[in-house]
């Protein structure tokens, strides 16, 4: 019988996170780190990149990353690839971005800026991974980061809301398409998770009274998405593919 807890190594494996440079994405790029992955740190701010890939070390490298630029998004492989000498093979899209109005007063520049990161921009991330991955014959994962925006309306984010939920269908659409590759593409969907560019919103009273109408009556830490990464990430989810992992504390099914 296979060790349980071997199950979740990452060793041996490259890893690329997008949005790295912070929040959840820096999380994830620990994680997988710490889980034995080579990763590929990629974001814009290659100040941040520099100094999380200077503190974890060795198997860590910086990769200037835009996801809305397909010929980036192609050089951030190579250099991955130049780096540790492999096809990333774990592929974290976290890039994201929001724009809070209220759709009455969405412009057109606001909706085509949270599309062009948050759907097209995964999407370029996922078929450059899984184009070099089936060219070498390689398995791998891609794990897309969307949101319990993507099940239920959140206020004044219709462009957030509706990248989303549309990323859900494309990582069913991609599952299926990959699965004879061995590629397998999920999804994990966040409720609120506390970060650095939220915090003062959450202690705000709206924020407070947000946090009370949560089943848990608590937001979401980074690591309450370590499991769900890792899971996805590695071989102990196997045989999942085309998965959404909604971690919420119950947010999405709460009817209030």
Known sequence: MTDPMQLFSLEGRTALVTGASGGLGEHFARVLHAAGARVALAARRADALAALAAELGER???????????????????????AFGAPCDVVVNNAGVAVTRPALQQTEEDWDKVLDV????????AQAAAQRLVAAGKPGSIVNI???GGLRVLGGVAG?????????????Q???EWARHGIRVN????GYVLTPINAEFFASDAGQALIKRSPQRRLGKPEDLTGPLLLLASDAGAHMTGATVVVDGGHSVNPL
């Open 146 to 148: 969307a949101s319990v």
């Open 187 to 190: 999804a994990i969907a966040p």
């Open 160 to 172: 957030y809301t509706a990248s989303k939920a549309a990323l859900l269908q494309l990582t069913r």
């Open 60 to 82: 860590a490298a910086p990769v200037a990353l835009d996801v809305t630029d397909a010929a980036a998004v192609s050089r951030a492989f190579d250099a991955a690839e130049t």
């Open 174 to 176: 991609l599952a299926v």
């Open 118 to 125: 948050n759907l097209r921009g995964c999407f370029l991330v």
